[in-house]
């Protein structure tokens, strides 16, 4: 079974531009979940989405934002970079939207943002 | 809202040493998942504790979850170098779907 796959894995973008990134589950999983990862603050949780539904949210700003389609891929945007939106963004997929399952990273998107 | 702490941040360990890693929440916790992320690698799952007082093991991994749900370590004995990375605990509320991911524990090995 192929793993989570996130395109791009690299990215270099200025301040105040947009970017879209991209996840797509492993085959069968319905979940996906987006986190922000920066060395000085972990993995933080960014939204969850479920059969096309966001399940969950974190604390995050509305120029982060996310969706899902039927097919389980899902996207992330975020608008208005700033440089403190530098970090590695990982997709994580799961059978279901109860965490209860495994979760499965994606390689991640790094993003760096002049 | 919900805090899972790691400590240490940082463990320097000579090969063929124990150590213990810990992990606290400042609520119950319905369960608590392990990964391991290696150094430009992803969160890599390795266990889930679900029960009161569980003790999982992996080889030289031993998994802990509190008798109150509060709290879970890994130790882990005679490190080896494939242990280097860093390892995070997460948390799970019952009524809270989101998984909190602690900072994390780096591990650093001296052969």
């Known amino acids: 079974k192929a793993g989570v796959t996130q395109t791009p894995r690299y990215l270099i973008k200025t301040r105040g531009q947009q970017v879209t990134l991209s996840c797509s589950p492993i085959s069968g999983h319905r979940s996906v979940s987006w986190y922000q990862q920066t060395p000085g603050q972990g993995l933080q949780f960014l939204f969850e989405y479920f059969s096309e539904t966001q399940r969950n949210k974190g604390n995050f700003p509305g120029r982060f934002s996310g969706r899902q389609f039927s097919n389980s891929r899902s996207e992330m945007n975020v608008s208005t970079l700033e440089l403190g939106d530098s970090a590695l963004y990982l997709c994580a997929s799961s059978l279901d939207w109860s965490h209860t399952d495994t979760q499965y990273f994606g390689p991640g998107t790094r993003l760096t943002v002049l | 809202g919900q805090q899972v702490m790691q400590i240490p941040q940082y463990q320097h360990v000579q090969e063929g040493e124990d150590f213990t890693t810990y992990c606290n929440s400042s609520?119950?916790?319905?369960?608590i998942q392990w990964y391991k992320q290696r150094p430009g690698g992803h969160p890599v799952f390795l266990i889930q504790l679900v029960k009161s007082g569980e003790v999982k093991k992996q080889k030289r991994l031993t998994f802990q979850f509190g008798e109150a749900k509060k709290n879970s370590s890994l130790h882990i004995t005679a490190t080896q170098t494939t242990d280097v990375g860093t390892y995070f605990c997460a948390g799970q509320k019952s009524n809270d779907y989101k998984l909190s991911f602690g900072a994390g524990t780096t591990v650093t090995v001296r052969a």
């Open positions: 609520t119950t916790l319905s369960n």
